[in-house]
């Protein structure tokens, strides 16, 4: 579990197809430290596991499900990607609850102006969207943000000086996929409302060694 607070900004330095899947290899500074191998890390707001590390690195394994429902294959050397710990019971939750399990895919829009802060639009699915409410929560790429409006394929949010320094968001633009994690709240209570419905499969094709050899590598 996590909070949506992002501690680092880290660089993916490796990827690695492995069969069905893929071996990550992520440089950092503060977030790797105290850990062990077999403990969550959340990369751009996906929990993954730690596999081996370094005082300045660790590597991690995504799955064929990762990959089919994150933006993870559309990543390349070089990128920079959002780090955060799992939550602890000493540590303030300042964003919400985040399970670091992504949801689906969506698209940066449009990103606008408003005084000193900017006001950011996101495409999605209307499958993600039935699950948003104005000035509920939402995880964007593992980062805590209010929705300021929703619509059937599309919600935005206010992003600040603070969050946009501390952030990978000081590098997207429109067109730039993102990890979209709905507020679990949400979620248990739409699936309680609408018990005869069940979650679509995610709109992209197989993950196969062919797609797995054309990503980008170290």
């Known amino acids: 579990m996590f909070t949506g607070i992002i501690e680092e900004v880290g660089q993916i330095t490796a990827l690695r197809p492995r069969q069905e899947a893929v071996e990550l290899q992520v440089q950092c500074r ?45 990543k390349k050397p070089g990128e920079k990607v959002n780090l955060e710990r799992p939550l602890t019971l000493d540590k303030k939750l300042g964003g919400h609850l985040v399970q670091g399990h992504v949801d689906g895919v969506g698209r940066i829009a449009a990103i606008k102006p408003e005084g000193d802060c900017q006001m950011w639009y996101f495409e999605i699915s209307p499958e993600l969207s039935r699950l948003l409410v104005c000035k509920g929560s939402v995880a964007v790429d593992g980062i805590s943000l209010t929705v300021v409006d929703v619509e059937p394929e599309r919600f935005s949010v206010a992003i600040i000086p603070k969050t946009l320094a501390a952030t990978t968001f000081q590098f997207r633009k429109p067109g ?43």
């Open 176 to 218: 730039d996929a993102v990890n979209i994690e709905t507020d679990i709240i949400g979620k248990y209570v739409y699936r309680y409302m609408h018990p005869e419905e069940q979650m679509k499969p995610v709109d992209k094709p197989g993950i196969t060694l062919e797609i797995l050899e054309k990503m980008p590598r170290a």
């Open 30 to 74: 503060d977030t790797i430290r105290g850990a062990i191998p077999g403990d969550s890390i959340a990369v751009d707001g996906i929990c993954l596991t730690v596999v081996h590390h370094q005082a300045d690195w660790f590597t991690t394994m995504a799955s064929a499900e990762t990959l089919r429902r994150t933006n993870l294959v559309y």
